[in-house]
């Protein structure tokens, strides 16, 4: 991390259960991420990061990722796809949620975020 970023940290939960996430996660502000999972009898060995985002709602946000809604395409070809998945969500502050999002994806350069993150790294 370059010096002046300011970092916290911040309280994570996850749901296996992507598909009905937006039923589970609290209706607060927040970042969420979604990971494909690599398992080793049944214990999580391994996250590839899918895609970042961020939501003044959780629920409101994470219910138009479904498979019927989702408008970017190869986020909605994982999402329809069979596998082990996964979403976090920490609850953020509404004025931190650019920058943390920003953050999460230039250091995570999550697979469907490529667009954001190339953006996010040059006005870094």
């Keep these: 991390m370059s010096p002046g970023v300011r970092t916290e940290k911040l309280l994570w939960q996850s749901i296996r259960s992507v598909a009905l996430a937006h039923k589970l996660v609290p209706d607060v502000p927040g970042i969420y991420a979604y990971s494909e999972l690599a398992e080793f009898h049944g214990l999580a060995v391994a996250h590839q990061?899918?895609?970042?985002?961020?939501?003044?709602?959780?629920?409101?946000?994470?219910?138009?990722?479904?498979?019927?809604t989702e408008s970017n395409r190869q986020l909605r070809d994982w999402l329809h796809?069979?596998?082990?998945?996964?979403?976090?969500?920490?609850?953020?502050?509404?004025?931190?949620?650019?920058?943390?999002?920003?953050?999460?994806?230039?250091?995570?350069?999550?697979?469907?975020?490529?667009?954001?993150y190339l953006q996010h790294a040059q006005s870094a």
């Design 81 to 116: 796809r069979p596998g082990e998945r996964q979403l976090w969500y920490a609850e953020v502050d509404p004025a931190d949620l650019d920058r943390v999002e920003r953050d999460l994806i230039a250091r995570l350069q999550p697979r469907f975020n490529r667009t954001r």
């Design 49 to 68: 990061w899918i895609y970042i985002g961020q939501a003044l709602s959780l629920p409101t946000r994470l219910a138009r990722h479904q498979v019927r």
